[in-house]
């Protein structure tokens, strides 16, 4: 009897179970899901089959993820436009013999093949096993924003063709649909302009025998690349089978060093001081005033309008030097005949003259938020809004489309907390902080709101350059998994927020990301220490490694660790190619501040002076830049013992205003110094030194570093251990 009343029971229970099969975590979170009975089998014998010619790419695409075969007709999984739907909108039906997915375009039909791969075995992202089973539902969906962007800086950093169709297969499975290349800045010319193709074969490259100064860590060699507009012919249609839309940047008037160092005729006619620079002209805009000027961007613009299908290219405005229009003989005049009484103004006329080239080659202006300070642009412009929330409202406030992407939420090059790499100037934040963006929340009104098309993040790429770029590791580190809450934030309809909830749909997520092969960031574990007991703990499944000081090995961590000494323990966690920063007990980041003085065979700046870095506060800058045999002396009061002591020229994150060459030389008594390793990145670090250290003096080997200045940071003292 009771066996029966058990059979019952379970007979039931597995009904539900199969026809209230529990909300798969789609991300991001569709409009409506539906679940319905049994389940979809996909075998090697299915068939997709597209209803129109137009989606034969999208065929192949979902073809190529499945596993499975193309039929003309008659498929298992059928593709079908629906113009009942919005462009991007579409139904995807499950059903125990068949799956449809109606999209109203090309983009619905690839929306909806995106979200199949959700409700599939993660292995669908590298090579699905066979058979694999759907669960029966019928899912409505579009995206609540039309633009849902991401900007790859492939200046700084030189991405190649098949590292960035890498990165639009995973913007791809995010359902982000535009990206833009920022394809010109003062590092670099990345795009073949064929009336012009010195700008590509002689800017693409930095370093070495270019007349491009080398950067960010690549000193010794000539290094960079290009895209052919072949290439980029092929990115584009890679980008778009996927539902991508690729638009170009060609960031103008300011940020063209690499352009005027090939081309310096395209400057203010009057004469730098090149003396603190070794020759070296840091002039970054193009004259406002030279119609030779327009001709040769009308050039590449129209070269651009014609290898780009987009309706919009992005012509910059940002961060224009706007001082040297101010002593242009020429640009003063220009300014005096128009009336003109601000640079800004200057900086509209010249938008407005590329505006016009766009014009005449039927496309529309995007530029920076700066770019609309000096005056009106065509009203089809675009605004990309970076400076700040306030911009993007004042811009939205002012009848412009906007795309917000203030970098306080959306560049994805900032830290993610204080102890990682990246840059810190606009703000430090993980997906948290992405994931809470709602325009209500960013304070847009109503009014504003209805100019915002969508949300885009970006990945400057200045600190990429030092760190292996040859692996896309530090790319994805950055940026996953911030744009899995990206995805959710520009597509998803609601303003409601769980960041709970969230985060544990992202952490089912990760398999997903394993699958893709992405090394994203994990969030630190969390480590305590109690009762002589130091613990570490993660919830999103990784595993967990621990280092102790002076040991070479990191080993599993299984139990608690019983130890007076917590600050000798580093842990990590780790899965797949994702892994964690690694993470002490708050004992050890211990700094010590030790009194000291600093001296240089460079002028102090008269402001940054060597006192701010003296007093632990921000960084110290000398007054000019630096030359063979210039040195920067350290002369502690009392000599020092620590387990590290890190001196650096430059930026923090970011070799920049460094001693590109050099070397160390300590002094354990203030008098005689021994030689203390080469500086990498302009900086040296002592790891253990044997002997309380008295002073340390870097000695440059080489010859300017492309800046008017050297930067010197405070020293990073850590205390030895026990
Ligand atoms: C920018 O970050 N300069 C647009
Ligand atoms: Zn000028």
């Known amino acids: 009897m009771r066996y029966r009343v058990f059979l019952i029971l379970f007979a039931v229970a597995t009904m539900i179970g199969s026809v209230m099969a529990a909300e798969p975590s789609v991300i991001p979170t569709p409009r409506r899901y539906v679940a319905s009975e049994g389940e979809f089998t996909i075998t090697a014998k299915c068939r997709i089959s597209a209803e129109s010619a137009e989606l034969c790419d999208a065929a192949n695409y979902l073809a190529s993820h499945l596993g499975i075969g193309i039929a003309d007709k008659g498929g298992d999984i059928t593709l079908r436009v629906d113009a009942s739907l919005a462009r991007e909108e579409y139904r995807l039906t499950v059903e125990q013999d068949r799956v449809v997915i109606a999209g109203g375009g090309y983009g619905g039909v690839i929306n909806g093949i995106t979200t199949l791969y959700e409700l599939l075995p993660p292995s669908v992202y590298n090579t699905l096993v066979l058979p694999a089973t759907v669960d029966c539902c019928t899912i409505e969906d579009s995206p609540r924003f039309e633009h849902r962007g991401f900007m790859l800086d492939v200046c700084r950093t030189w991405i190649t063709k098949e590292a960035v169709m890498e990165f639009i297969d995973l913007l791809a499975y995010h359902k982000i649909n535009k990206l ?40 010794s060699e000539k290094w960079g690349g290009y895209y052919t507009q072949e290439d980029m012919r092929e990115m584009i249609a890679h980008a778009r089978a996927r539902n991508i839309e690729i638009m170009p940047e060609i960031d103008l008037p300011g940020h063209s060093l690499a352009m005027a160092s090939m081309h310096p005729e395209i400057l ?68 005096a005949a128009k009336g003109y009484t601000a640079p800004e ?161 992202m952490v089912a997520h990760y398999d997903r990301l394993d699958c893709m092969g992405v090394a994203y960031r994990l969030m630190p574990p969390v480590v305590t220490y109690e ?101 920067i002396l350290y002369t502690f009061a009392q000599p020092v013992t620590c387990r590290r002591m890190v001196l650096s020229t430059g930026n923090f994150q970011l070799p920049r205003f460094i001693f590109e060459q050099g070397y160390a030389e300590i002094s354990y008594d203030g008098k005689t110094f021994v030689h203390g390793g080469q500086l990498k990145n302009g900086a040296i670090i002592i790891d253990n030194p044997n002997r309380p250290i008295k002073a340390v003096r870097l000695v440059c080997t080489s010859r300017g570093n492309g800046d008017r200045f050297v930067s010197i940071q405070p020293p990073v003292i850590y205390p030895k251990h026990r």
């Open 180 to 219: 833009r290349l920022h394809l010109t800045d003062d590092e670099a010319w990345r795009l073949e302009i064929k009336s012009h193709p010195e700008l590509a074969m002689v800017g693409g490259f930095r370093g070495g025998d270019s007349p491009i100064w080398a950067r960010y860590g690549k000193w």
């Open 268 to 335: 203010c006619s009057y004469k730098p001081d090149l003396s603190s620079t070794f020759g070296y002209d840091t002039r970054s805009a193009f004259c406002a005033s030279k119609e030779s000027n327009y001709e040769l961007l009308s050039d590449i613009l129209t070269e651009v309008c014609e290898l780009f299908d987009t309706e919009y290219i992005h012509i910059g405005g940002d961060e224009v030097e706007t001082s040297q229009w101010k002593r242009c003989p020429e640009c003063k005049a220009l300014m």
């Open 345 to 505: 103004q200057l900086q509209a006329y010249f938008m407005t003259r590329l505006a016009d080239i766009l014009a005449a080659c039927g496309k529309r202006p995007a530029v920076w938020n700066e770019a609309i300070d000096g005056g009106r642009l065509p009203e089809s412009t675009v605004v990309y809004g970076w400076e700040g929330v306030k911009e993007c409202r004042e811009a939205a406030a002012r009848g412009y489309k906007v795309v917000v992407m203030p970098g306080q939420y959306f560049y994805f090059d900032m830290k993610q907390s204080s102890h990682e790499p990246g840059h810190d100037w606009a703000a430090i934040f993980d997906w948290r902080k992405v994931y809470g963006v709602t325009p209500a929340a960013l304070g847009f009104t109503q009014q504003e709101q209805r100019n915002i098309l969508g949300f885009e993040a970006s990945f400057f790429s200045e600190a990429y350059a030092s760190r292996n770029p040859e692996k896309p590791d530090y790319l994805h580190y950055q940026t996953f998994p911030r744009i899995v809450a990206l995805s959710e934030v520009a597509w998803s309809g609601s303003d409601s927020r769980d960041e709970r909830s969230f985060y544990k749909r």
């Open 531 to 631: 009762n002589g007991k130091l613990s570490a703990s993660v919830d999103d499944g990784a595993t967990l490694y621990v280092h102790e000081v002076g040991s070479d090995v990191w080993r599993n961590y299984t139990e608690p660790i019983t130890t007076s000494s917590p600050d000798c323990y580093l842990f990590v966690s780790r899965r797949g190619k994702a892994l964690s920063r690694d993470v002490a007990h708050a004992s050890y980041s211990k700094r010590l501040t030790p009194q000291f003085t600093l001296s240089s065979s460079m002028p102090q700046h008269p402001t940054m002076t060597f006192a701010k870095a003296q007093n632990y506060g921000r960084l110290a800058r000398t007054s000019r830049t630096c030359d063979v045999g210039d040195w």
